[in-house]
Every structure is written in C-alpha cells, then in structure tokens.
C-alpha cells in the first residue's frame, strides 16, 4: 500500500518535513534527554481479563545506545481535544526489564519515567492502563470492546524527536476485529508508523463490531459501527454512501486527497459526552443507541472529515509540531474548528446529502448562537478552549468561525466579482504550507491569501473589528451581497417539563419538573410516553415531531398514551408553550444577478458567472 504522504510529498519534501517531525518543543528545563533508543515495538494486551478489570496490558521494547538513563514520556493531550488529560495518571504496575531482570526507575515529573538500563542493549516496559473513561481521546473497555488512542499507552523518548519508526502488536481474541487507521504491517494484527505523531494518531477500536467498506474514486472508505447490530444493515450502507460522497467534495476544496484510506470508528452508547474526534486518516464518533439514525450524524461525519484537511494537514503555525508535553494553545481554531463547521454543512449540500434549505438553517443557526452569546474575539474564545471558560463563551468559536468563514466567503467572492472564493484561500493555504513546506499558517499566511483573492481588498479593519475584535459581525448587509437575508421570529414549542431518555420503544421520563405540564399531566419518573396526541413516541428523536404536529394547535390539553410498569396509562397533557427566538436565512426574491450568482456559488463550489451546480 502506497502511503499517502509519500505520493503528495516527493522525496526532497520528504526530507524536509522529517527535519520538521524531528523538531520538538524544548523539554522542561528539568527534564534530561533520553538515551538514544530505536527498534521501537509496542504491544496491547486485551482479553475477556483484561475487559473485566476495565484495563489494558501494554508493553514497549527498544534498543538502547549508550549508558545514559532512557527517559521515557506520555502525552498531556490528544491533538485534536484541546484539553490536559494527564495520560500518565492511568498507568498502573509500571516496570522495566532486561533479559528477565527488573531495572531500577523513577518518575522525575508526573508523566515522566527515567530508566537505567545497567548496560543492557534491549529494554521491556510494562504497564497496565486503566480502560475505564467516557471519552473521546481515553481508553475505554467493555466486555466485548477496547479502544484507546495511541496518546494514551504510548510512550516517547523525551528530547528525541517524534522523526522515528515504531511497529505495534494486537493480542485480542481470535473473534475480535481491530480497525484502525495505520498501516498493517505484515504479521497478524501488528501495524506500523513511520513516526510518533502517525502513530498516536490512528486511534484503535478492538472487539466485536460490523466492518463495512466502499470504494470512492481511489479511496477505500470503512464504516466501524460498535455494537455488532447495533445499527442496522441500511443505515450502515446509506451512512457508506454519504461517506463515498463526502471524500470527493471535501477533496474538491482542496484538489487533493491525502489518503488511501479513510476509516470512521463509530462507537454507540460508550462515549456520554458524545461527538467526535479527527484524526489523519480516521474519525472517532460517539452516538447514542437510538441516535445512529439521527439526523445530525452526517454533520459529524462532514465535520470531522474535513478535518483531515483543515487542521490535521493546514494547521496554525502555534500547532506545528505538536508538542505532547503540555497545552499548545493558538488564537485560530476559529478556523480550524469554526470554519470547519462552515465547511461541514457545505459538503453535505454541495454533494448533495442535505437540500439548500438544510444548509442555510445550519448557518441561521451558528449565527443565532453567536448573537445571542456575550461579546467575545475569536482569538480570545481559540485561545481559552483549554480551560473551558465559565462565561457561556466555551465552544463559541465554533459557530462564530463558521459565520466568519461565511461572512469571508461572500466577501471574497463579492471582490472579485464571484471569480474566487475562500475555498481558493483554503487551497492556496494548503498547498504553501502543508504541502510544499509542512509548516503551519500565520497570521500573514492567512489575511495575505484572504486579501489576495479578494482582489487585493484590505481585511485590517474586518480582524481589527470583528476577529480580533468585540463587534457584533456585519451579518445582514454580508449576506444581502449573496442575496440571504436572516429573518428573526418567535416561536412557541410545547412544553413537556421532564428529562426525557431512550425507553424501550418509548420515551423515558428520567426526572419530571415540580409543577409542569408533565406532573400536572399525572407523569412520574420511570414512565414511558408512547404517543402524544395522534404522534406515536417511539424514540427521543419523535418529540420533534409532536411539535411540529401540535405547534400550532390550540387545545387545552392534549391525550397522551404512557407505560408504567405493566400498566398502560391514558392522560391529559396541559398545553403551555415557550417562547424562543429562532433565526431563518430565506432567499431574497429580488436580489442582483451578481448577488445570485454568489449564491450559488457557494451552495456548489462554483465560481464565475455561471449557474452550473456541479463542481
Ligand atoms: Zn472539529
């Protein structure tokens, strides 16, 4: 299997970027260099034992050069999941042998292990990790599932650079699949890397699941759906095909596609806090059970897919290597997460997945959270992703990138006359920093090539007010250059007043509101609505349609069928609604040809003058 960098790079390039993977940033001043080590082999451990007492058994062998302590490191974070975990803060029974024979070490700083290894040329360390954590970037077992990040069991030679090849092993069950995004190397069950940050990258799921796969173009997309069954036979094959559709329009903003392969890891009701984490060739979902036919996962899936581009490949210079020992903070995932987001919903509609209206409600959305968020810069929100602000501002850069990245793009397009457009700033950012250089984008790199393809139009006084700035956005009279306009209105849902979860084949009341329509409807915790009005209520996903059905209705009370135990209740639900403010982006009827046009163009990756819709 060719690997996919070596195609886009060429060997010089190669070459240089090696220099740039050999690049780490400076070790505390107290951490000493690790003896050289090489012939770096790492093993997972996972079993019905090792599922039950919610742990992994890993090992690492090297060589060592030299008498120098080996000093050995795990990563704070994930790339990826801007938050300090500690990795080194699960490892349990830590050890280190030569020929059978223990060697002495020490922790010189929590997540740091030196090592004397007395004169022997090859060392074995062993660890068990406990697998016990709902999270995206954590190892996590179940009885019949393993997952873990590389970041997490990997150890890495500090001050040695990320520039060096490492082998890794499965044991597993013979019934067990293992998906991953490494390359399989040529044993059973053991892949391989040509450098640390590949290796760490291509996270790990082991257990029993279904494994689908389709080809796209030159590319073999494969869909890992944990449970086994859990989802069902067709919505495995169209979440295949709109995976198939999404690898070439992403591709398209880019002219390139820098992988082979590309894997989605989706793992069901394992993961509380839900969503998903990118990864260079792969993505890591969390859905719920009753959630894999929801709506919103081809958003997931557009999102972190274009992350494979947009931050795993174009990245800011703050990010450029990744530094594993500690926080690496920038003032731009607004556009590495934000202008995702714009990117996202755009694949879907230009491939076709979702209609225009879908897309200009997603964005009617972003742009209703930011207005109704406290006034905050994008680089301030970037910056404070580590810390989770307490503010309501924590994730803000996210709908506020993408309507910046919306805002840019009819700008661009409005300046010269619809002949470029921001994916033309993506592309040519891609291709100056990533991939002729492998370095990350500046400042300069990103309003140079903005300004660039505007036609030269300044954009100071767009960061100065709006991105480095506190203004509100110039979101009405932006989106009247793309003939949008944002119609505000008042709507008034109906009310249940419960916490709702999945039931079976109903919805479950987990906790019902003093006093609300629930409670006065005669509802306790434990019961299960099966329909509302004339709605069936199979599933959490159904309440949407109540309202939709009964939004308008005016009815003192509504009849409502629910499960208690064996008993089958017949209620009255009291209609009370909420008022809530919801923003819709509608097409002005009479907008410029130019503003059509730009319309257009951005609902189909079109520039010019044309109203071709295909790409
Ligand atoms: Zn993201």
């Known amino acids: 299997m060719i690997r996919h960098r070596a195609v886009i790079l060429g060997a010089s390039l190669l ?24 012939d770096i082999h790492y093993e997972v451990t996972v079993d019905s034992t090792t599922a039950r007492t919610r742990d992994l058994a890993v090992t690492m062998r090297f060589h060592v050069a030299g008498s120098a302590p080996v000093v050995l490191a795990l990563p704070a974070w994930s790339p990826g999941h801007y938050v300090l975990l500690w990795f080194a803060s699960r490892v349990l029974d830590f050890g280190a042998t030569a020929g059978g024979t223990a060697l002495p070490w020490h922790k010189i700083d929590f997540q740091t292990w030196e090592i004397r290894p007395n004169g022997a040329s090859t060392v074995t360390v062993a660890f068990r990790y406990q697998a016990d954590a709902h999270d995206r970037a954590i190892a996590y077992t179940a009885r ?50 040509t450098n640390y940050h590949d290796l760490v990258d291509a996270p790990f799921v082991i257990g029993k699941f279904d494994f689908d796969s389709v080809r796209t173009g030159a590319v073999w997309v494969r869909l890992a759906s944990f449970p086994a069954g859990g989802m069902r036979a067709e919505w495995r094959q169209r979440t295949l095909g709109w995976l198939s559709r999404l690898v070439p329009t992403e591709g398209a903003v880019f002219h390139d596609i820098p992988f082979s392969q590309y894997t989605v890891l989706q793992l069901a009701d394992t993961i509380v806090n839900g969503g998903g984490l990118e990864h260079h060739d792969s993505q890591l979902d969390g859905v719920t059970m009753d959630g894999t036919d929801y709506p919103f996962l081809p958003f997931l899936y557009a999102h972190e897919m274009f992350h494979a581009w947009n931050v795993k490949r174009l990245r800011p210079a703050d990010m450029v290597p990744y530094r594993y020992d500690d926080a690496q903070p920038t003032p731009w995932l607004w556009v590495s997460e934000g202008v995702t987001d714009y990117y996202g919903p755009l694949a879907l509609v230009r491939s076709g997945i979702i209609g225009d209206s879908a897309f200009a409600s997603q964005m009617a959305g972003d742009i209703a959270q930011v207005q109704s968020s406290v006034p905050v810069a994008l680089g301030d929100a970037s910056l404070s992703a580590w810390i989770g602000a307490v503010d309501g501002t924590a994730g803000i850069y996210y709908p506020k990138g993408a309507t910046a990245g919306l805002l840019l793009d009819i700008l661009i397009r409005d300046a010269s006359n619809n002949a470029h457009s921001l994916d033309d700033v993506m592309r040519a950012l891609y291709d100056s920093t990533y991939r002729s250089r492998w370095r990350g984008f500046t400042a300069a790199d990103w309003w140079g090539t903005v300004s660039r ?3 030269g139009r300044s954009f100071a006084d767009f960061d100065r007010r709006y991105v480095t700035g506190r203004e509100p956005m110039p979101i009405d009279s932006v989106l009247a250059l793309a003939g949008w306009r944002v119609v505000r209105d008042t709507v008034r849902d109906l009310r249940l007043g419960a916490q709702v979860a999945a039931g079976d084949g109903c919805m479950l009341l987990s906790a019902v509101n003093d006093g609300g ?47 208690r135990a064996s008993d089958t209740l017949t209620l009255t639900l009291p209609v009370r609604r909420t008022a809530r403010l919801v923003y819709r982006i509608e097409d002005i009827p009479d907008a410029s040809a130019k503003a059509g046009q730009i319309r257009t163009g951005i609902l189909t990756g079109h520039t010019g003058r044309g109203g071709d819709r295909s790409n």
């Not at 082998?167 to 991953?180: E, G, K, L």
Request: aromatic share 10%; charged share 15%.
């Open 15 to 38: 070459t240089f970027r090696s220099a740039m993977l050999g690049a780490q940033a400076a070790p505390r001043a107290t951490l000493p260099t690790s003896a050289p080590i090489s």
């Open 144 to 193: 019949d599932l393993a997952f873990f990040n590389g970041t997490n069991v990997f150890p890495y030679p500090v001050g040695r650079g990320f520039a060096w090849p490492a082998a890794v092993q499965i044991h597993a069950p013979a019934d067990w699949r293992i998906a991953t995004g490494l390359t399989a190397g040529s044993a059973a069950n053991s892949f391989t890397a």
């Open 453 to 455: 393809f505007a036609g």
């Open 517 to 563: 329509p629930a409670q006065q409807a005669g509802l306790r915790p434990g019961d299960c609505i099966e329909k509302v009005g004339d709605v069936p209520v199979a599933t959490l996903g159904d309440w949407p349609k109540v309202l939709a059905r009964y939004d308008t209705t005016i009815l003192p009370g509504l009849p409502m069928v629910a499960r």
